[in-house]
């Protein structure tokens, strides 16, 4: 682990140099721009933990290939312990940001990749898996932010890749050459990619033969020629930008994980850093490894965020002095059987794991689809369920300027106190935190990252073998399984 | 009608002085101001469509003080009809403005006020039916906006009115002279209030003997000596403030009303503007039938609103090449169903309105909290589903000014482009659009006005008429009514 | 109305002679066969309220062809008003039978039939609407009850009609003479047929031209040759004809209406009792509007049950003790909610009723549906909740026999007592009455009584007027109406 | 094992001589009375499974005390794999026998009893549990069906076990001789009683020092002089007890276990077999523990029920044409979803089980709870979405002799077909099946079994940690976590 700590991280960042945009204007040092440097910070959190001694445990791994300590984050998991300790690692980050940490992308990425790759080669004698091997000894031991590049902008979704009117709606290779590739397109939505090292490029859904220039792994630095990244709008990201330390609720952190669209103008990827290349047929098993994957992770992380949440509800309960209201109880009950609830799919789907060709193992599928899709309706519930006990003066408290001024602090200090000796600042800190955390761009994440809610239903559906549940049924009703 | 239309309710916003802070500064004109002009345009709607052909049955009614006609929004309900009138009339500009136009306020204020004053002059001999019949006459010929103020800070939850250890918590008399009253204390959440031109104060809550220098309702104008008004801050107000008419999405109007504080510093009242001051036991009454009538509302602004998100992810889900899909129909399909069942009890409380002894037509009191209830369910709900359909690029879309740029300007619109034609930039406004309307104040705003949920269920719980009940079930079962 | 009250209604039904099967046997006497005599009883209660002084005015109408006073059950709807009664009456019959009393089908269908007939009839010129009226004329005056027959087998249901491998999985005619026509099939579900005078067949589904041979209308007399009657199963209904007075749970009424299959073998309907014959253009109008007034009684007639049900589940908290616990209020003040949304949606879609052009008054389609829909939900919430609130003894409470046993009884009584002074068996009774309302057959019936869940979705979808609503979300956004 | 497979358990109950009461009559042989035979096979299941090659090892362990091979529902469980086993073995047998198989309550009752025998010990130096440990060695040597009686009547719920007007209203110690113990009381819902070899008795609740009698725990044998039981009703019992193999719909199987009341007549239970004798302070772990183990049980079990009833409406909807529709996709969808949530949280609380001081181990408390939670809401909604897609026939079929009639049986197979070449009477068998599956009894056993929902969210919101939570947010806001 060449970068050792969350200070390190910051300082390797501003050793590269990529190309960003942020409303309009170029952004120089992401550590620290205010619209990137919240997210920086949580980022770094994933660096930091790995020396905490309470979760070196779950922070840190052992390299299966070199032997060497390594972040989890780079991992690829062994077991359904290393399973089950992603889990807490992802929940202890969730409770301690607020937000999202980004380093999964990578993280998943790098396993649905390498065992994807294993399998190619099986198939075709192609040598992806030892590529990526090395690639991934270098992001081990240089501990590494990878950001885990799969969604493609479509387009018009009535239409696949090769059958759109402008042919870049999705990543492909626009030429070959002896010693490597050339790719153009975007990845949108992308999480963390303003302050990772490394992209890793994967394609965005199952294709066949008419896609085969679509069909592209490979990994790019986030600095490479051609690379552009413009970095997007989040709810109430001006107060973030402003730096209102109050108002923004989280003051270190951000809403969540910081997005960007990555274009790739013609960018030259050498041969080693090529995964897969118009292997179709594999396009399908790399998508849905990562989604199992980054599925599983999303009933982490959440209920950490809802930890939060609900102690944040809590404390406001008891500054207002309805703490002990049975109606107020019943919610926060129901907060935390929804937390609980969904906690309990990540917690499955990894005890239900199982080892790839590769010897890297997977989640389960099934559940980790069960997971995200309750994240979609469970996220709502529960920030539905904040804003009620929080109360209406979240959406119209006065800033905190007026808090701070002469002419009327006193006023917003007297008529936004609660009970006694409960400073009124506090009171509107915890409000403007669940502000940030129920509203708007938080709750848009919870639904669309790691898929889309019907992107679940349809892996659903098709993992739920039917025909065995169906002679389940008739043999209960004295029905005969082979009807004449 | 003495203000006309639109452009002459706000040059008469300009003759007023009230004293406005925001973001630390003082507003001087509410109609310039960037932060304020927004919502001043919605309120400016409820006097344009007075003079629409196709609208003006909804927007006026008949004085039946002066038999003159006058804006629905200063008119106490004759009948059913108007009831159901006024619903359809909230719908429409709901549908128009997207947002709360912030009349009903005082609307409701004043119809509650004018039966309970009613009530009261009947129970004691007092005259506040005859000096609150001459103050509407005023704001009838006028045509003025009000601004019902109903609720307090409230302090310590757990204690009255009071029991307050800073008794200002709640609205209070502080003196009485010969010609009228000193009140202090404030209102919060107060829509509206920087662009109306009367106050109606009215109490917050079912008060005892204990808090009769709280049984206070009167009239005050907003730039009454000693009437401040802080105004709060909403989901994205800088991009409002900023003029960013693309990504506010909604370029005319505001998130929700603009809500402000009213500080009340020692105001004299003169007693022709005093409507109720000490009968505690008809604080009840015109809490619970203002909070019926603005219950009922809800179900009728909020579905003009919700028809809009409904056609926004409709036309979305066209750009997208995704509205044949049958999950895109299914969940465009529930949206409409809620919708429409939240409008039921909104017609429902209205065709069983009833008459109130001084002629004033109530509402259902029963149907009005269920339809409130649905609101803070169906709202969310309806945000859900408009987010899932949405897609999650309205959380990571690049700023207008990177949609503009001419560096990077030719990216955004390439890669968030949809089926062929139709410009990148409708697909951003819209997506904006939805963004708006489905984060943060504009759900939090649905949840608590009109009364936070559990004091619907508790009208809820009292209004079931168990007993009754409980009697059919016992004839059914062959049970005696009377047990011995 | 030649038959007076519930008493005649009984001696009227002895004079018929239909053919009913019932477990393999024939039923001679529906008035005294256990299985059906519950039923007769709550379709009794239809006449008897006509005599009541309390709900005469809502139990009974002028015609508006004879002007002579008849039940409201065999009025042609001629204003909003009726509408709005018969929600009333419908919720009344609800709360006294807590089942169905089965004449709303036929009422519904009369209401379908005579507008329709007269749109054929100014399409073609053809004499049905006479025919109608006249046939409608000896219904009123006779007072007749009719069952409303519209639900065909359909077989395959992924084939039309006309294109089953069986031909006749729908009624058809299958002749044509001078003086009639010869019809062949089956209706199924058919609520109240063993207890009617009549049967009103109506075509099933929109048709298109190919299966002109099933648009058919027409009256038949519940015992003409050829009809032969299968009376089907419910939940526990051995209890019912063992006569288990308290196992049973309602000891005078039925789980749900009494369901049966009605054969046409080859039956002869003279001319004058056919009002279509054909016009398949006719069958989709005369089908929704059918489904639309059958749908807005659901919300009407299941909130009388859900009164029943919240009042069981009350008392049964009284006697155990638990009446007062925060949760149970919470969850009883759940059912009252929901209770009303339903109830809400039939008045609103009363409320919003507009004339056909025979005069006939149609309830707002678009609300209707919603309405229905509910009930697909709210039921099974409101059992739930009320299978919550009894306690698991519902499902494990010994029988009557052992409460009455000379052995056990003493121990039954003593182990399944509550509160001091409450009889055993008011505990027992209570609680079988809750065991019959939520479970089973009356929770089906809720789903698929007037058309299944997707029926609706299917008619909310269509009249959502989404381009009405693209376009206000396109004017608030800034969007031009005509994109070139 | 003594008893080796399901035959040998069947004639183990033969030499028994229980006194049971069912319907006001003596059942003399449970394994022949067609009202309890149906839930004797499904519990000889789980001998069965013994001797299964695809099942031995989740079916069977390895004692901990005598190292020979025992039935795993006699097993104390040793570790998380032991959990995760019994998990996967609850799912199986109920995929099995769509019911319940009953030996799972005295399983967990001896999982319990284990650890706080231990502990007891630990604390007042008794031999409880070596008492408790050779009555588990008889039990896992012969193998005996194990009945955990727990439930007691109550009462007065507003009042403790002590301050009952009728003391015996939960089960006590009347008489302490030099031998042993004499109880008296009831324990009510007793699953699987009439066919246990033993009951387990234990407490009800959670008790204070006022409650040393009826803080008691022992082991009766059950046909012990003074047991009576009497066996109780359940949906549809009628069609079990008439042996109507079609209208049953499981012909094999009942519709839950079989409940039972267990009354106790002054009962004399020996020394030995007494586990807890006044040791209040110890009730609470006890019904803890228990309930925690059961509540797991119920998601894995309920799951296997949920399979079975996915697979009927998967096979009816292929007979009836409709597979293919989009929505019925969408429920079936909806129903694997929820049933696999549910069956996350049954994994997740093993995963995360912990050992207790006597070595057993526990399941996670607060997933278990959430676990349950689920089971009340899930159950009903599948039920919902399965009546949805099986149709309203479910509810008004004819019985199976019309089915078998020569007079109507041709007319009940034209008329209740479906697609070509599938026979009617399968179309029945399995509509019967879900029939039997989704309504009334099964229903409430799962809302009550294992403990009412209230019961699971008191253990929710106290195992919450709320102040680890509050600590979270205020970090995170800026607030000090000692405020002064």
């Known amino acids: 682990m060449n970068i050792k700590n969350g200070v390190e991280y910051i300082q390797s960042l501003r050793n590269l140099k990529p190309t960003i945009y942020y409303k309009g204007k170029v952004i120089e040092d992401v550590t620290c721009h205010p ?33 060497r300590k390594i972040s989890r984050f780079t991992h690829v998991h062994q077991n359904v312990d290393d399973l089950i300790k992603k889990i807490k690692l992802l929940r202890v980050l969730g409770q301690k940001t607020g937000t999202c940490f980004q380093r999964c992308v990578g993280f998943d990425g790098i396993n649905a990749t390498y065992s994807v790759a294993y399998e190619i080669d099986r198939e075709y004698g192609t040598d992806y898996f030892e590529r990526f091997k090395k690639w991934l000894t270098y992001v081990q031991d240089e501990n590494l932010m990878v950001v885990g590049a799969m969604t493609d902008p479509k387009g018009d979704r009535s239409r696949g ?190 005890a239900e794991g199982w080892p790839t060709p590769s010897g890297g193992y997977m989640v389960n599928t099934m559940l980790a689809n069960v997971c995200k899709q309750n994240v979609t309706r469970f996220h709502f519930e529960i920030a539905r369920l904040a804003v009620d006990l929080a109360g209406g003066f979240i959406a119209t408290l006065p800033s905190q300027y007026d808090l701070q001024s002469e002419a009327v602090g006193h006023l917003v200090k007297k008529y936004f106190s609660g009970v006694e000796k409960s400073p009124t600042e506090y009171r509107i800190r915890i409000a403007r935190l669940i502000e940030a955390m129920t509203g708007g761009t938080a709750l848009v994440e919870s639904m669309h990252g790691a898929g889309s809610p019907q992107a679940q239903r349809i892996m659903i559906f098709r993992e739920g073998e039917l025909n065995r549940k169906i002679e389940m049924a008739k043999k209960l009703a004295g029905i005969p399984l082979r009807e004449t």
Request: proline share 4%; net charge negative.
């Open 161 to 350: 890749p090769a059958d759109q009117p402008d042919l870049d709606q999705y990543v492909h290779v626009v030429d070959r050459r002896a010693d490597g590739i050339v790719i153009r397109g975007a990845k949108i939505h992308m999480t963390g990619a303003v302050n990772s090292h490394e992209i890793l490029v994967m394609p965005t859904t199952a294709m066949d033969e008419s896609a085969r220039d679509y069909a592209v792994s490979c990994a790019v630095p986030i600095d490479a020629p051609g690379v552009t990244l413009i970095f997007g709008r989040q709810s109430n990201d001006d107060r973030r930008d402003n730096l209102e330390r109050i108002d923004a609720g989280k003051p270190s952190f951000g809403a969540v994980g910081g997005e960007a669209v990555i274009v790739f103008e013609d960018v030259f990827v050498p041969n080693e850093k090529v995964f897969m290349d118009g292997q179709t047929e594999f396009t399908g098993p790399l998508v849905y490894r990562f989604a199992a994957h980054h599925r599983a992770n999303y009933g982490a992380c959440k209920t950490g965020l809802m930890d939060v949440l609900i102690g944040a509800v809590s404390y406001l309960a008891q500054i207002q002095g309805t703490a002990k209201a049975s109606h107020v109880r019943d919610k926060v009950t129901e907060m935390i059987h929804l937390c609980e609830t969904l906690y309990c799919s990540s917690i499955a789907c990894s």
């Open 35 to 67: 619209a990137t440097a919240p997210h920086v910070r949580a980022a770094a959190l994933t660096y930091s933990l790995a020396n905490s001694e309470k979760y070196q445990d779950l922070a840190t791994a052992t390299s299966h290939i070199t032997g």
